[in-house]
Antibody, heavy 123, light 108 residues
Framework: EVQLVESGGGLVQPGRSLRLSCAASGFTFDDYAMHWVRQAPGKGLEWVSGISWNSGSIGYADSVKGRFTISRDNAKNSLYLQMNSLRAEDTALYYC????????????????WGQGTLVTVSS | SYVLTQPPSVSVAPGQTARITCGGNNIGSKSVHWYQQKPGQAPVLVVYDDSDRPSGIPERFSGSNSGNTATLTISRVEAGDEADYYCQVWDSSSDHYVFGTGTKVTVL
């Protein structure tokens, strides 16, 4: 069974940093791109970032570009999101999701998703 | 940036058919994927590549895509289908993934 388990969320002050992790199991991790998708409280889904199987191709939403960094460790079956210069508008539930192919871009879908980790940015 | 527009809500009686639209400029030229999200749960893929169903998704869920509108159709609606539904595409002009605004399906 494919499992994605996020961790690392919490309450953080504006301007500070946080690192999210996603532990993957049940599939060949380095065969697939991985993504972060977030959902602000009571709002819709927003793609945040994606990374190809070998980290050779990476993309970010305009809202986080220059502040967030996605990475992966295929030896540890893990995905990460380093979030710097956090803002109140970054408050959301952050989901880790498996991509539909090995490339982060293209006609791909997200399946499955983890249960998410909550990030709250507030003073 | 590419915009996907969905109706905020759709109401349907049990046993009837729900149709959820996703509008976007020439969306028919893109592959559209659909997700179901029940309260307090993570999204679940219900249709991919316009009309394919992942294993475990009932045949009652189907999709189509043409012109400027993609549609998710839920036949013989059940109480358990009550959820938020989102469409999603890849926008090659911006190299970004885009989600629709979401539709809340209420079973009367």
């Amino acid at each position: 069974e494919v499992q994605l388990v996020e961790s690392g969320g919490g309450l953080v002050q504006p301007g500070r940093s946080l690192r999210l992790s996603c532990a993957a199991s049940g599939f060949t991790f380095d065969d697939y791109a991985m993504h972060w998708v977030r959902q602000a409280p009571g709002k819709g889904l927003e793609w945040v970032s994606g990374i190809s199987w070998n980290s050779g191709s990476i993309g970010y939403a305009d809202s986080v570009k220059g502040r967030f960094t996605i990475s992966r460790d295929n030896a540890k079956n893990s995905l990460y999101l380093q979030m710097n210069s956090l803002r109140a508008e970054d408050t959301a539930l952050y989901y880790c999701a498996k991509g539909g192919s090995n490339d982060y871009g293209g006609h791909n879908w997200f399946d499955p998703w983890g249960q998410g980790t909550l990030v709250t940015v507030s003073s | 940036s590419y915009v996907l527009t969905q109706p905020p809500s759709v109401s349907v009686a049990p046993g009837q058919t729900a149709r959820i639209t996703c509008g976007g400029n020439n969306i028919g030229s893109k592959s559209v994927h659909w997700y179901q999200q029940k309260p307090g749960q993570a999204p679940v893929l219900v249709v991919y590549d316009d009309s394919d169903r992942p294993s475990g998704i009932p045949e009652r869920f189907s999709g189509s895509n043409s012109g400027n509108t993609a549609t998710l159709t839920i036949s013989r609606v059940e109480a358990g289908d009550e959820a938020d539904y989102y469409c999603q595409v890849w926008d090659s002009s911006s190299d970004h993934y885009v989600f629709g605004t979401g539709t809340k399906v209420t079973v009367l």
